[in-house]
């Protein structure tokens, strides 16, 4: 049996004949068994009947749906409502909320459905892409022998690295106990790895060093060659070196050309059939005579697979030859002051609007060639509509004890592409 409340609900459909055949034989049954029920339908009748009448003048003869539906934007898939059942069946779903929920509700899945490939497609639009052909390719491997991986930079995978693996910015190679390789870089510039090596191809002209040994061969280019390790770093041009860096320190060794080692607090300039080392946690550089041939014996085993290199030489193209930057040199009087010398003071020329401006490696020896000490002058020091200067502290261990000091501005390409016009450089006394 119905509830009461639900039995009144009907009693309006009764009266507008909106009712299903089954509610209307429900609520027919109630009302011969509930006199109440049969009274209030009564009243309820009576009511509707004064209002019709009292509401007679006012009462329209026609049906308004066609006239305000003609008013209403059309809604795209769909026709107005126009007929009369349209009209009639809006007015009871307003009249039965409750069995309008339930129709809302049989179109949930499908809603939730779309919402999870809305979704879906957000998260993929919006996702960054991490792809190797988004990276620069910068290499390629050309030997390969036995326990030899790539730690890929764009998939953050890793895998054993064939012949003819294609490298690309980010990514490192790493050799095991007994695993050796042979990388070729655009210049054509290749690097040898000994056993228990890896490093990492920051690009195309830097590489870091993070631990064993590896020898290079460096194309010649405007570009400086920069070797990154733990302890230093070593600039060339072109040249043939090896790095060795492991627990106990760094060690350097110079087969041809011409390279700078440096650390932050001093650096050495190396000649072929020299070694350089550094201890760790120790900043003195030690430059000393070497055997290159013995020391770089362990090399000679390693070379590339002709396949592999002809195919490298037709992916990667070799660095076009350009014209060198010209190095500034200045010869300084370290003796026409009292005190020991506390600074040096360089000056440059504005840098033009829109320009961009090479850094530059400061190099500064004493009148003997021997290396005093280093500075990094980074491109954002130049820029500016006005001459600009700085003072750049000499270390007081590092003073020179001569008359005359030799200072080589040495620009580096990497980023910018204008020669800083340097005006003056001078020593200043210290405190």
């Not at 349209?86 to 809302?104: F, G, I, T, V, Y």
């Not at 003819?164 to 054509?188: C, F, H, K, N, W």
């Not at 290159?292 to 490298?312: C, G, V, Y």
């Not at 040199?329 to 401006?357: M, Q, Y």
Request: proline share 6%.
């Amino acid at each position: 049996m119905a509830s009461k409340p639900k039995i009144e609900y009907l009693l309006q459909g009764y009266i507008d004949d909106e009712l299903s055949t089954a509610e209307r034989v429900i609520l027919e049954r109630e009302l011969s068994e509930d006199s109440a029920l049969e009274a209030t339908l009564k009243r309820q009748q009576d009511t509707a009947a004064l209002l019709f009448e009292t509401m007679g003048e006012r009462r329209l003869d026609k049906d308004l749906c066609p006239a305000v539906m003609a008013h209403l934007p059309e809604m795209e898939g769909s026709q107005a409502y126009t007929r009369v059942d349209d009209a009639q069946e809006a007015n009871w779903r307003a009249k039965h909320p409750s069995s309008s929920r339930w129709r809302l509700l049989a179109f949930a899945p499908a809603v939730a459905s779309m919402l999870v490939v809305v979704l879906g497609l957000a998260i993929w639009y919006a996702w960054p892409p991490a792809t190797n052909e988004e990276r620069t390719l910068v290499g390629m491997v050309t030997g390969s022998w036995n326990d030899v991986l790539v730690h890929d930079e764009g998939t953050l995978q890793t895998y054993h690295a064939p012949l003819m693996q294609l490298l690309r910015q980010g990514d490192a190679i790493e050799t095991g106990p007994d695993g050796s390789a042979l990388v070729g870089l655009p210049g054509p510039s290749f690097i040898k790895a000994g056993p228990d090596t890896r490093f990492r191809i920051i690009n195309a002209r830097t590489i870091h060093v993070e631990k064993g040994k590896a020898w290079f061969s460096v194309a010649k280019h405007e570009q400086r060659f920069r070797v990154r390790t733990p302890e230093a770093v070593v600039t060339v041009f072109g040249t043939k070196f090896s790095v060795e860096a492991n627990e106990a320190g760094l060690r350097v060794v110079l087969d041809e050309g011409e390279v700078t080692l440096e650390n932050g607090e001093g650096f050495v300039v190396m000649y072929p059939g020299e070694q350089a080392t550094l201890k760790t946690g120790e900043t003195e550089i030690v430059k000393t005579s070497v055997d290159t041939t013995e020391a770089l014996a362990w090399t000679n085993s390693i070379e590339s697979d002709p396949a592999a290199t002809r195919e490298f030489l037709s992916v990667i193209p070799p660095l076009s030859r350009s014209v060198l930057r010209a190095e500034k040199v200045w010869w300084v009087d370290t003796n026409n002051f009292e005190g020991r010398p506390g600074a040096l003071s360089l000056a440059w020329a504005p840098v033009p609007e829109g320009e961009k401006p090479l850094s530059y490696d400061m190099l500064v020896y004493d009148e003997n060639m021997n290396p005093l000490f280093s500075r990094r002058l980074e491109p954002s020091l130049f820029l500016g509509d006005s001459p600009g200067w700085i003072e750049i502290a000499i270390p007081a261990d590092r003073a020179p004890r001569s008359t005359t000091a030799f200072v080589r501005l040495v620009p580096n390409v990497n980023h910018g592409n204008y020669e800083v016009n340097f005006t003056e450089v001078t020593v200043i006394a210290g405190q």
